[in-house]
């Protein structure tokens, strides 16, 4: 069983930045490629990113790929998601997953585990 635990939502003006931060517990950390979605009110969760277990692959959806980046630290059980040049359409509760298995995937029922959200809200 893999705890997710996110952080660092918030509220960010257009054109701001904010990382998140994805806690995960257990020590196979690496053995899992992780995932970043988000759901906006009145719509079906969305894939953002995904990174595989070494972190040598990563993927983005077409809305998101040249201002989103995401990175993670094995040694710290953590998955990060920086997001640059925010926009309005941004705003979502922004999840993340591990899959077990080392490739990353961009399917949301590829996921084994979701952590609980953390909001993000940009302001025009």
């Known amino acids: 069983q893999v705890q997710l635990v996110e952080s660092g939502g918030g509220l960010a003006q257009a054109g701001g930045s904010l990382r998140l931060s994805c806690v995960a517990s257990?020590?196979?950390?690496?053995?899992?490629?992780m995932g970043w979605f988000r759901q906006a009110p009145g719509k079906e969760r969305e894939f953002v990113a995904t990174?595989?277990?070494?972190?040598?692959?990563?993927y983005y959806a077409a809305s998101v790929k040249g201002r989103f980046t995401i990175s993670r630290d094995n040694a710290r059980n953590t998955v990060y998601l920086q997001m640059s040049s925010l926009k309005p359409e941004d705003t979502a509760v922004y999840y993340c997953a591990a899959k077990m298995g080392s490739g990353g995937a961009f399917r949301l029922n590829a996921y084994d585990y979701w952590g609980q959200g953390t909001q993000v809200t940009v302001s025009s």
């Open positions: 257990g020590r196979t950390f690496g053995s899992y490629a």
């Open positions: 990174i595989s277990g070494s972190g040598g692959s990563t």
